[in-house]
């Protein structure tokens, strides 16, 4: 893991400090750092003292416990944007409550915890943000454990492959998977031997996997076998935006005449 200076056009793309003035953002920048860990790299462990927040600028960092029989179960994988807030932590009298690990070489924004917590009571639109950031989370946990009870295995994939296609900006015609087998099938809380078998089945809703590439041939049909299941279609972004490339789909094929 290393540090480096941070440049302050880092921290303007990331949107949770697009709204700090430039005294603000000087403020900040005497505290931050950039820093970089390579894949498979620890960026903390469960237990370790939260010292500072990250943001993750590139790459991808996966958030994981580990059951008493060695199993680790991965709770998110956090990406371009995305925070490394653990609201445990404050259960916890400050220390971790999951461990952190490069996914891919990845960059972060290190900021201080102590200085968090004395900014968060200083500026209204920091503590704004860490609210939306709770209660973002709080939404993402129902709305995996509402998942993991009404969906089956071929549902919980699909509408997984949707999001990274969404997430990635990937094409839905073809796209290669950003993450290992191992580590989708341990987001969704499933066996890999479950998650390899239910690949197969995909091409009966509109998915071909092959590999590690995916194609969406049926994004409309893909949609319906997973978001039928789910109580929160209507209010989804990632819905949204496949149903927006399925429409230009459709466009895009009348328009060559076929």
């Known amino acids: 893991m290393s540090d480096v200076k941070i440049s302050s056009n880092v921290i303007w793309t990331l949107p949770f400090f697009s709204k700090l003035n430039d005294v603000e953002k000087a403020e900040l920048l005497k505290v931050a750092n950039f820093r970089h860990v390579k894949r498979g790299e620890t960026l903390f462990l469960q237990g370790d003292r939260l010292t500072h927040f990250y943001w993750v600028c590139s790459g991808a960092i996966r958030q994981f416990r580990v059951t008493p029989d060695g199993r680790e179960l991965t709770g998110a994988i956090r990406t371009e944007g995305d925070v490394l807030y653990d609201p445990d932590a404050r259960q916890r009298e400050q220390h971790h409550a999951m461990n952190a690990r490069a996914v891919q070489e990845t960059s972060l924004l290190a900021i201080p915890a102590s200085w968090i917590d004395e900014h968060i009571k200083l500026w209204p639109h920091l503590a704004d943000h860490f609210m939306t950031l709770l209660a973002g989370r709080a939404q993402e946990a129902l709305i995996d454990t509402e998942h993991q009870a009404t969906m089956n295995a071929a549902q919980l994939v699909s509408c997984f492959l949707q999001k990274l296609c969404v997430l990635h900006h990937f094409d839905p015609h073809g796209f290669e998977l ?20 239910t690949l197969p089945k995909l091409r009966e809703v509109g998915i071909t996997v092959t590999g590690k590439h995916v194609a969406f041939d049926n994004i409309s049909l893909a949609q319906s076998h997973a978001c039928n299941a789910c109580t929160v279609t209507e209010e989804c972004l990632t819905h949204a935006a496949m149903q927006e490339m399925a429409t230009r789909s459709v466009g895009n094929y009348k328009k060559s005449g076929q």
């Open 178 to 197: 950003p993450y290992s087998k191992s580590l989708i099938a341990s987001r969704l809380g499933m066996e890999l031997e479950t998650f390899s078998r």
